[in-house]
């Protein structure tokens, strides 16, 4: 079993920056890939950027390449997301989720991910 705790959500204004952190309990986290999804009010939960076990594989969405940045400690048994040049459009409820590897490729959905977070608030002005 693995829990996870988000934190480092805020109000930031347009075109500054943040880093979520993700912490986990459970020793197997440290072999399950992780990702971050994010759900603006009255959208679908979306897919924002996951990483493979090793840190050796990334993906991001097309909507937050070039300004986002995954990480992971697995020594602090944590993921970090840090998020540039935010935008309006970035305002939303960012979930942290990990679980058991479905496949070679990292999950883009979220019934991928068997483990979830409750969720950091962001919000950026614009």
């Known amino acids: 079993q693995v829990q996870l705790v988000e934190s480092g959500g805020g109000l930031v204004q347009a075109g500054g920056s943040l880093r979520l952190s993700c912490a986990a309990s459970?020793?197997?986290?440290?072999?399950?890939?992780a990702a971050w999804f994010r759900q603006a009010p009255g959208k679908e939960r979306e897919f924002v950027a996951a990483?493979?076990?090793?840190?050796?594989?990334?993906e991001y969405a097309d909507s937050v390449k070039g300004r986002f940045t995954i990480s992971r400690d697995n020594a602090k048994n944590t993921v970090y997301l840090q998020m540039n040049s935010l935008k309006p459009e970035d305002t939303a409820v960012y979930f942290c989720?990990?679980?058991?590897?479905?496949?070679?490729?990292?999950?883009?959905?979220?019934?991928?991910?068997?483990?979830w977070g409750q969720g950091t608030q962001v919000t950026v002005s614009s």
């Open positions: 459970g020793r197997t986290f440290t072999f399950y890939p």
């Open positions: 990483i493979s076990w090793d840190s050796g594989t990334t």
């Open positions: 989720a990990s679980g058991p590897s479905r496949g070679l490729r990292l999950g883009t959905q979220p019934n991928e991910y068997d483990y």
